[in-house]
């Protein structure tokens, strides 16, 4: 097992230098480049000002050239500065990060809460009325674009009933604000994003819960289990929910990157200042150091994530032990 | 009587209240004024910095740290006189050597200015005494009154900084402005506080808020939950989604011509533009009045040259292309195009009057148009084929190099009236901006004697006679002029629309007493 981890670990390293490899040539050969996009047709902007910006960024030189200079700095744990005022990326990143990692982790536990009772429930109550009303909820769940429930939770609850802020994380005037005022504002900001965001996944995740649960209840140690007179419950929660979690967290496990990744829609539309906005207009602008950083995290965080869920999956569930050849 | 009686009490109440919440969809980047090259950075540093000089509401150059100017009669040196008492927002007094200091950094090329082409002409900048400084030219540049209006920075705080870009201050701006910086949260908002000590008078606002919202329909949910004072509402918003009661009662709306303007531009390199009278059949073979009307609701003017509409620069006598879709044709039959084989499309030699019209993607307005000139060019015979490509692929493999037939922009126009970058003809070639390679020596001769001429009045007479040049060769149909159209929360006193705008005199903004959102 340990000799497993490690070889796993270690894989992380190539897989990690390859995929940055792609991403930096990916971002190279696509038309256009930073210097055009920033200043793109202003008069006020000289043509030398132009190749004095690739100049001073190294965007002059050869793509491989740039490639070899962005690792060596990488290396170092150094991710250079943004094309766009300068700052260094890892600045940029720890930035945007918490804000994301907020919304996501609310979002997150939210969904398990909800998701995983209403999986157990649906399966052990399967065919009956909460099974169905789950079933079709969830697939209107599945089936709702999140940018447009994104916007008709906007509409109603933020323009028309005025229940809730519609955009932002923390309202300019915070600042002249107590503190219980201030943790009070924040959750107000985030009723709305959070439950766009978890929408779609409470959908999948308790179809996963649901069906997972439908097939441990079949497995004969379950019939074992009520043969010896076990209380339902004891049943289900006990025996049966430990194996039926065991997808379930393979799933939350492959989340994890959309942490940092999947959050472009809603920090757009929510005018959320997390990392998927920061990508994002990384990308319009052709921010190539803030782009690489934040493809680079994301693919450590999927990487990270995949090993992890085999990790989880394998202390779940003791029949399954990696590294050894029965 | 009632604009009077507003701007009499906009000088009268002088305590700054309330607060003044602005929208953008980017966040700054960085606030020092020579390398904010975004919207947001440099609207942020117009309120915290000054330049020399400023436009008034009529476009016209006016001291602002300077309190007046001598431009030599050989027009090389411009000799500034300061305004004395200007304090910087930590209390430091302002002298000319902060104006040395700043464009002594801007003519570094380790700064990285973008905007070095404006100031290459500087030959030295001497400091006659605390309040006096003069610009010696190497040829005389009369765009240089309003070049020089570029924010002034604090000689104290930069002497040090080897990095601009990396200085806390780049972050943290201290300025002479009618606003002090206080807090900027990256991605959310940028707080500014009224400077009561500033020199042009207290502002009637106490706090400026800047705040970053992506999505403009969002934004425009947030202005109709008062979450947010103002944004620039688009045609549609302008025309069907405000004219409700209660959007009326809570919300103005102002209007006025943008300084921008739409064009179809004919690469003249291309052999199929080389005649002058098939350009005008173009332009005349175009509908004008129903694009206005149709695409932008009827929100914009048309537009017959490259200057700014209404000033002494734009030539109003110019005789504008009335769309004429008969003498379009007469015009092309007598260049030798006719419909020989009777399939609706104009040939000669053989060959099919077949443009390729390029647009940028992400550009709503400038799609539809393209639609409707097709239509409007096939009815005169002319088949188009309209290609929409991403603005990165629009710059990097058709305009750049002029590798394109006919392209559909826009440009912007700023409030000095020289056209060199755009309509000179050394600024055609990779890097130019004159991108249907226009050239005519008549017109450079004018361009430059434009830059040499201090005169406003004889300025305006040379921009005229540019004008009209243009015009008469029509290597672009210009089109229109759309409107600005802000929305602002009706608290707010003291807007006045001018041809500058409605934000240059911001400082004069009030709110009424009873009529105060944000009392902290």
């Known amino acids: 097992m340990g000799k497993y981890l490690l070889k796993r670990c270690l894989m992380i390293v190539p897989m990690l230098l390859g995929i940055s490899f792609i991403l930096f040539i990916v971002m190279h050969v696509a038309p256009g480049d930073p210097a055009s996009i920033r200043y ?3 008069p006020e902007i000289s043509g030398e000002a132009r190749d004095d910006f690739n100049r001073m960024f190294d965007l002059d030189k050869p793509v491989l050239e740039q490639y070899v200079l962005w690792m060596k700095r990488f290396v170092l744990f150094d991710f250079g500065g943004s094309l766009i005022d300068g700052r260094p990326v890892k600045e940029k990143i720890a930035e945007r990060i918490p804000a994301t990692l907020l919304l996501q982790f609310t979002s997150l536990v939210i969904i398990f809460l909800i998701a995983v009772p209403v999986g157990v429930i649906s399966a052990v109550r399967k065919g009956g009325g909460f099974d169905r009303t789950a079933t079709l909820l969830m697939f209107i769940g599945y089936a709702m674009p999140t940018f447009w429930l994104a916007l008709i939770l906007i509409l109603f609850f933020g323009v028309d009933l005025r229940w809730f802020p519609i955009s932002g994380m923390t309202p300019w005037y915070a600042e002249y604000l107590g503190g219980a005022a201030r943790l009070r504002d924040l959750v107000w900001h985030m009723v709305l994003p959070v439950t766009a965001t978890a929408f779609g996944s409470l959908a999948s995740l308790s179809r996963y819960t649901r069906a997972s649960v439908i097939e441990v209840m079949r497995e004969p140690y379950i019939l074992a289990a009520r043969a010896k007179g076990l209380s339902e419950n ?5 025996h049966a929910l430990r194996n039926a979690l065991l997808p379930v967290i393979t799933v939350m496990g492959l989340t994890l990157p959309a942490l940092v990744s999947g959050s472009f829609i809603f920090e757009s539309i929510f005018a959320w200042p997390g990392m998927g906005r920061l990508g994002y207009e990384a990308i319009m602008n052709y921010d190539y150091p803030v782009i690489m950083g934040v493809g680079v995290l994301s693919t450590f965080l999927t990487l990270v994530g995949i090993f992890l869920a085999d990790i989880l999956y394998a202390v779940a569930d003791p029949r399954i032990r990696f590294g050894r050849r029965d | 009587m009632l604009p009077f009686f507003y701007a009499d ?6 305590t700054p209240r309330d607060a003044y919440v602005s929208a953008g969809t980017g966040d700054a980047r960085i606030l020092i004024p020579f390398l904010a090259d975004d919207v947001a950075s440099s609207s942020i540093c117009g309120m915290v910095y000054n330049g020399l000089t400023k436009v008034d509401k009529d476009l ?4 602002d740290l300077a309190e007046s100017w001598v431009v030599s009669a ?7 006189k300061l305004r004395d008492g200007v304090k910087w927002h930590d209390g430091r007094p302002f002298s000319a050597n902060d104006v040395k200091f700043t464009f002594e950094t801007i003519l570094d090329p380790a700064t990285g200015c973008p905007y070095t082409g404006a100031y290459k002409d500087i030959k030295s900048i001497k400091v006659e005494d605390s309040r006096t400084i003069t610009f010696e030219y190497a040829a005389p540049y009369a765009p240089a009154l309003l070049k020089l209006g570029m924010g002034i920075i604090p ?10 870009r990396s200085s806390p201050h780049a972050r943290d701006p201290i300025g002479t402005g009618p606003y002090k910086f206080i807090r900027w949260r990256t991605g959310e908002y940028i707080l500014l506080e009224a400077n009561t000590e500033y020199f042009g008078g207290c502002p009637g606002i106490k706090r400026y808020v800047y705040r970053i919202i992506p999505d403009e329909s969002v934004q425009f949910l947030e202005l109709i939950t008062e979450s947010i004072d103002s944004m620039d509402l688009n045609p549609y918003q302008y025309v069907y989604r405000s004219g409700g009661d209660s959007f009326k009662r809570r919300i103005n709306k102002y209007k006025y011509l943008a300084h921008a303007y739409t064009y179809v531009g004919y690469n003249l390199r291309d052999p199929l ?9 173009l332009s005349l073979a175009i509908n004008r009045g129903n694009i206005i009307d149709s695409v932008l609701l009827g929100q914009g003017e048309r537009c017959d040259g490259p200057f700014i509409k209404g000033t002494a620069y734009y030539d109003d006598n110019v005789e504008e292309y009335v769309y004429d879709p008969d003498k379009a044709k007469r015009l092309l039959m007598n260049a030798g195009w006719a419909d020989v084989d009777n399939d609706g499309v104009l040939e000669k030699d053989g060959m099919e009057f077949h443009v390729r019209l390029i647009t940028n993607q992400g550009n709503q307005v400038r799609e539809d148009v393209a639609t409707m000139i097709q239509s409007d060019w096939a009815a005169i015979g002319i088949k188009t084929d309209i290609q929409v490509v991403a603005w990165a692929a629009f710059l990097d493999q058709f305009v750049k190099g002029g590798k394109f037939q006919a392209v559909l922009l826009g440009w912007t126009l700023p409030a000095d009236p020289d056209p060199y970058a755009v309509w000179h003809s050394s600024s055609a070639g990779e890097n130019g901006l004159n991108l249907i390679s226009y050239s005519d020596p008549e017109v450079d001769r004018l361009i430059e004697e434009g830059r040499r001429e201090f005169d406003p009045a004889r300025r305006g007479e040379i921009y005229r006679a540019i004008h009209s040049r243009i015009h008469d060769a029509a290597p672009y149909t210009f089109l229109f002029y759309p409107y600005a159209e802000p929305a602002i929360n009706s608290r707010f006193n003291g807007i006045r629309p001018e041809p500058a705008g409605i934000s240059y005199n911001f400082v004069e903004w009030y709110v009424d007493d009873n009529k105060v959102k944000y009392a902290f």
């Open chain 2, 9 to 14: 009490a906009a000088t009268a109440s002088r």
């Open chain 1, 40 to 42: 793109g047709l202003n």
């Open chain 2, 273 to 281: 533009f080389s005649d002058r009278n098939v350009r005008i059949a």
């Open chain 2, 155 to 164: 000689e104290h705080i930069f002497s040090e900084v080897g990095d601009m």
């Open chain 2, 74 to 80: 050989d027009g090389l040196s411009i000799t500034f």
């Open chain 1, 234 to 238: 004891r049943v289900i929660f006990v």
């Open chain 2, 60 to 63: 016209t150059v006016v001291p």
